[in-house]
């Protein structure tokens, strides 16, 4: 009986026609290994078969059994040459060399197969049963799904709400809102500080060049140079950059320096601008140390602390000493110690008036000089009364009062200080008496109406001396109108001037403090008017400009060439009326590029100017 069997190595099926053979080695047809002939089966009898088959079907056949046996070795092609060839399976993972072409190619891992498992392959049906192979009718319920109403159907229906992802807490809306905004801020401050400085570039760069402009003008005038150099300081402290008070000193020390020489009361107007100006050059410890102000006063002596430069009163002391005439002193004095006020620095106010009382009585351009020192304590004190800083005002009454007391010991004693007769009335104190200097007793009735005044005895201040005449009357008339402040004092006094005086000379400084009267009073006509009684070309500017303040200020909107009539020609008065034009309309458009533009076509002097008032608005 012939034997049939696969070959374990190639899986090649076999047959040996002579049962003999059996347990004897061959060299397999297919592979040529070697291979041992099995024995043949032995035939089972009929019951024992049907046993066994039924015993097969029922029982749980092993793995093992089912496995076929594997192969001793691996068939691939080469990927060097292309040739089929066999390795071991040991060297399965491994590097070996190709028979064929010698090269080393890598042997690949065999492919295993699981037998088949009845429990997990198939769908148990007969071959020809029908298999439900088409998708599910929409809606249809299939049978593996759970009994009863699902949620989703629930949710749909409405019977049940709609469960809403949680959102996010309170604080973390709060966070992510705070991270949100501070970026934002960080881009805007970014943009911001790019931006501005873009823009002080640009406005310091105008500065310079109308600076320049001013001072290179044919027919050059100092005048105007200096008040482009004091307008051009006030810009730089306004400006608040760490160089802030460094460059603001030294434009303010320029315009000072021009004024030098050749004394004039419109030089002492305009020093008395500088000196307003400069008070603002003052700061605290922070803006000290950032450079955007000075230091308001050196070191006391015998402190830890040195003088290491510049300060503020040094910086007033040096401009008022500048100021040629004593009616310019007293009016300088007034003007910065007002704002001295203003700012709380009441001990540099005190610290300036006493430097001028010490000042030794003498001869001078006016007869403001002889009574210098106590008219400045006095000036000064009058301010602090205005400014109902009544303690400090009485102070200065009592220490003003102390240098006419001292005649009885023999020391000489100055002129009557008419505003040290006001400024003891105004508090209550007892008022010095009229010694034998020459003018005492008509300066003595000048500082007594004005105390009447300010002490609200408006009737008692209005009844002149029957004697007072010419310009000692206007000097009585002048003082009443600026202590009242009144509209009906000043036509009092501008009635006679333009009256009974007629042509008659008198002091420009007197003139000069009605049409300041009158500017505040907002009469700019008739501000304008009396500064064409002013005879010094540069202060009569300076009056022209207060009645150009005056009308301007009375405008609600931008203001055009008009508000100029009635000034002279040309020079100093032209160009500081425009400079004041400028200024209006830049302040009321808000910006300035507008504004200088318009100065383009300004004649002269006006041009640098306009551009310095556009930039100040």
Not at 32 to 41: E, L, N, T
Not at 315 to 330: K, P
Not at 459 to 488: H, I, N, Q, S, Y
Request: charged letters at 30%; proline letters at 5%; hydrophobic letters at 40%.
């Amino acid at each position: 009986m012939a034997i049939k069997f696969n070959c374990p190595h190639c899986k090649r099926a076999l047959s040996v026609k002579d049962e003999s053979l059996a347990g004897k080695k061959a060299a397999c047809t297919g592979c040529k290994k070697i291979i041992v002939i099995p024995k043949p089966r032995q035939a089972a009898a009929p019951g024992d078969d049907l046993e066994a088959l039924a015993a097969a079907a029922l029982a749980e056949p092993k793995a093992e059994a089912a496995r076929a046996p594997d192969a001793q070795t691996i068939d691939f092609d080469c990927p060097q040459c292309g040739e089929s060839i066999k390795m071991s399976r040991d060297l399965a993972g491994k590097n070996a060399p190709c028979p064929e072409c010698r090269r080393i190619v890598r042997v690949p891992q065999p492919k295993t197969k699981d037998p088949a498992d009845w429990r997990t392959k198939g769908d148990h049906l007969p071959e020809a049963a029908r298999r439900d192979t088409e998708p599910a009718p929409e809606g249809a319920w299939e049978s593996s799904r759970a009994r009863g109403v699902s949620a989703e159907a629930l949710v749909e229906a409405g019977v049940i709400p709609k469960k809403k992802k949680p959102g996010l807490t309170r604080r973390q809306k709060i966070t992510r809102g705070v991270a949100v905004g501070a970026a934002v801020l960080v881009v805007a401050v970014g943009g911001i500080f790019a931006y501005s400085s873009w823009a002080h570039n640009k406005q310091d760069k105008l500065v310079e060049e109308a600076v320049k402009n001013a001072e290179n003008q044919a027919g050059k005038s100092k005048e105007l140079a200096a008040e482009a150099n004091r307008a051009a300081g006030e810009y730089y402290i306004r400006s608040g950059t760490r160089d802030a008070a460094d460059k603001a000193q030294k434009k303010f020390a320029n315009a000072r320096a021009l004024l030098e020489g050749n004394p004039s009361p419109g030089r002492d107007a305009l020093l008395a601008d500088l000196l307003v100006s400069q008070v603002e050059l003052g700061g605290g410890d922070d803006e000290v140390a950032n450079g955007t102000r000075l230091k308001w006063a050196a070191p006391k002596k015998g402190t830890a602390m040195q003088d290491t430069g510049s300060n503020v009163m040094k910086e007033l002391g040096q401009t008022l000493s500048h100021v040629s005439t004593a009616s310019g002193r007293m009016y300088a004095l007034r003007r910065v110690s007002r704002r001295l006020i203003e700012r709380g620095r009441a001990e540099e106010a005190n610290q300036l008036a006493g430097q001028s009382a010490d000042k030794k009585p003498g001869e001078g351009d006016d007869e403001a000089f002889a009574y210098e020192g106590p008219e400045a304590l006095a000036v000064v004190g009058l301010e602090f009364f205005r400014a109902k800083e009544q303690a400090t005002a009485t102070l200065l009454a009592e220490r003003v009062s102390k240098l006419y007391e001292q005649a009885a010991a023999g020391v000489e004693r100055p002129p009557l200080a008419p505003s040290a007769v006001a400024l003891c009335l105004a508090v209550g104190k007892p008022e010095p008496k009229p010694g034998k200097a020459k003018d005492d007793k008509q300066l003595y009735e000048v500082g007594r109406l004005a105390g009447l005044a300010l002490k609200g005895d408006f009737g008692a201040a209005r009844e002149l001396p029957a004697d007072a005449k010419d310009e000692w009357r206007f000097r009585l008339l002048v003082a009443v109108a600026e202590a009242t402040g009144e509209a009906a004092d000043l036509e009092s006094a501008a009635g006679f001037l333009d009256g009974d005086l007629g042509g008659k000379p008198v002091s420009q400084w007197l003139v000069y403090r009605l049409v300041e009267l009158a500017a505040k009073l907002g009469q700019a006509d008739r501000a304008l008017h009396l500064a064409e009684r002013v005879s010094d070309p540069g202060l009569k500017a300076r009056a022209q400009l207060d009645g150009v303040w005056a009308r301007l200020d009375g405008t609600k909107d931008r203001a055009g060439d008009g508000a100029l009539a009635g000034l002279d020609g040309g020079g100093l008065a032209q160009a500081l009326a425009y400079q004041a034009l400028a200024r209006q309309n830049a302040r009321h458009d808000g910006k300035s590029d507008g504004t200088i533009k318009a100065t383009e076509g300004w004649p002269g002097a006006a041009a640098p100017l306009g551009v310095l008032g556009a930039v100040l608005g």
